[in-house]
């Protein structure tokens, strides 16, 4: 079963502007995972998050995990072109390699 | 993930003939995983290999679909009778080892099944 969900499907922005994007999920993990995909490209890793972190940073990318609500979100700060793309999460299922994805974000910044 | 090859990228298959997509994982990395991504859906999970041994299968379809790592040689996804539904993005990746680690993605091969 798909247990992380995105929210929004889509997102357009502007050049500079600031990328929010959210993961839900349904029961307990051990760490939650964001990576992003260029259309037609595989899965490059972005973050990895434990469940006892809260928030994590990685040069523009900023990611907040919420045990209690099981909800993530994903920012990224001064977007660029070459950030349109689609943005998934990723939870385990019990396992490192089990890996539930959700449908993405598909985010698009304009120039 | 550059380092994961997957090939093909991309297959054209007519139904009812047989797909093979080969994966060679990262060096060093002696744990394979095989993912698909159906058309605007995330990726699901459906098989974690070792050298020789099948891990865990559970996202396999019962039919029709195995998966190998021999000792020598890439990881094989085999795709017996393909039909229509079979077309998909199928992602490898592979992992050191599997707790605590991230897993890196290949660059996936497209199959169409025409």
Not at chain 1, 25 to 30: E, M, R
Not at chain 1, 41 to 60: A, P, T
Request: hydrophobic share 30%.
């Amino acid at each position: 079963s798909q247990q992380g969900e995105e929210d929004p499907q889509a997102l357009s922005i502007q050049e500079g502007e600031n990328a929010t994007m959210n993961c839900s999920y349904k029961t307990s993990i051990n760490n939650l995972q964001w990576y992003r995909q260029n259309s037609g490209r595989g899965l490059v890793h972005l973050i990895l998050i434990r469940s006892n972190e809260r928030e994590k940073h990685s040069g523009r990318l900023r990611v907040t995990l919420d045990t209690s609500k099981k909800s993530s979100s994903l920012l990224i700060t001064a977007s660029r072109a070459a950030d349109t793309a689609s943005y998934f999460c990723a939870t385990d299922l019990g396992s490192d390699y089990k890996l539930s994805f959700g449908a993405g974000t598909t985010v698009t910044v304009r120039a | 993930n550059a380092g994961v090859m997957q090939n093909p990228r991309h297959l054209v298959r007519r139904r009812g003939q047989e797909a093979r997509l080969r994966c060679s994982p990262m060096k060093g990395h002696s744990h394979v995983y095989w993912y698909r991504q159906l058309p605007e859906e995330g990726l699901k999970f459906m098989v974690y290999l070792q050298k020789e041994n099948i891990i865990d299968e559970s996202g396999m379809p019962k039919e029709r679909f195995s998966a190998e790592f021999p000792k020598e040689g890439p990881s094989i996804l085999r795709i017996q009778q393909v039909v229509r539904g079979d077309s998909a993005a199928y992602f490898c990746a592979s992992s050191p080892r599997d707790r605590g680690n991230t897993i890196y993605f290949g660059e996936g091969s497209w199959l169409t099944v025409v």
